[in-house]
């Protein structure tokens, strides 16, 4: 018997075609598909674009800090006037004590490991590097931060895991990538290493 489709010679108990893959009871007929094109050829007229204005109601009552930043924006080309230091964000600083002897003052964001990176669009201010001989520490092990005057740190999935213990409190395993509000006192571990934040 041969192929319906390309003529090749098939076996007695072939069930497809090994030259073009079609089934052995395929014709030419059954093979063609119908045109998916419709046969109407009406011309649809596109309506006009239409400009879509939304409307974003503006407080009443502007915060003093943006009410002074708009102010000085709007001075000529000349330099910018000094803002008053009400204005400057103020952050606390945190006393990070390693248990490798080091010490560092953060007053930011930051990244901790042992070899920290930031990804392409991440900005730190801090990138605290933890001497580890054994490789217990990951590369880019945890992130930290400030909100509201209030230390928080962040497993970025290390290999080893943290563990934060709050004074007075059991220890507590960090879920990778979740912000956990730490206050004075605390002691991070990071696998085989740690610190406290005062």
């Given at each position: 018997?041969?192929?319906?489709?390309?003529?090749?010679w098939l076996p007695a108990l072939a069930m497809f075609c090994g030259e073009c893959g079609s089934s052995r009871t395929a014709t030419v007929e059954s093979r063609q598909?119908?045109?998916?094109?419709?046969?109407?050829?009406?011309?649809?007229?596109?309506?006009?674009?239409?400009?879509?204005?939304?409307?974003?109601?503006?407080?009443?009552?502007?915060?003093?800090?943006?009410?002074?930043?708009?102010?000085?924006?709007?001075?000529?080309?000349?330099?910018?006037?000094?803002?008053?230091?009400?204005?400057?964000?103020?952050?606390?600083?945190?006393?990070?004590?390693?248990?490798?002897?080091?010490?560092?003052?953060?007053?930011?964001?930051?990244?901790?490991?042992?070899?920290?990176?930031?990804?392409?669009?991440?900005?730190?201010?801090?990138?605290?590097?933890?001497?580890?001989?054994?490789?217990?520490?990951?590369?880019?092990?945890?992130?930290?931060?400030?909100?509201?005057?209030?230390?928080?740190?962040?497993?970025?999935?290390?290999?080893?895991?943290?563990?934060?213990?709050?004074?007075?409190?059991?220890?507590?395993?960090?879920?990778?990538?979740?912000?956990?509000?730490?206050?004075?006192?605390?002691?991070?571990?990071?696998?085989?290493?740690?610190?406290?934040?005062?």
């Amino acid at each position: 018997m041969t192929c319906q489709i390309c003529g090749a010679w098939l076996p007695a108990l072939a069930m497809f075609c090994g030259e073009c893959g079609s089934s052995r009871t395929a014709t030419v007929e059954s093979r063609q598909r119908p045109d998916p094109r419709p046969n109407d050829t009406t011309i649809i007229a596109r309506l006009p674009r239409t400009t879509v204005v939304i409307s974003v109601p503006i407080p009443a009552e502007v915060p003093a800090p943006v009410r002074a930043i708009a102010v000085v924006t709007a001075a000529p080309a000349a330099a910018p006037p000094a803002l008053p230091a009400a204005v400057l964000p103020t952050r606390a600083t945190f006393v990070l004590t390693f248990s490798t002897g080091q010490v560092v003052s953060v007053r930011g964001s930051g990244l901790i490991g042992r070899k920290p990176l930031a990804q392409p669009d991440e900005i730190f201010d801090d990138l605290i590097r933890v001497a580890d001989a054994d490789r217990s520490v990951s590369k880019t092990h945890l992130e930290f931060g400030q909100h509201d005057d209030e230390f928080w740190v962040s497993d970025r999935v290390s290999g080893n895991g943290t563990v934060i213990r709050r004074p007075g409190e059991t220890a507590e395993a960090l879920e990778p990538g979740r912000r956990y509000v730490l206050p004075r006192g605390a002691r991070v571990e990071i696998a085989d290493h740690s610190f406290s934040v005062a």
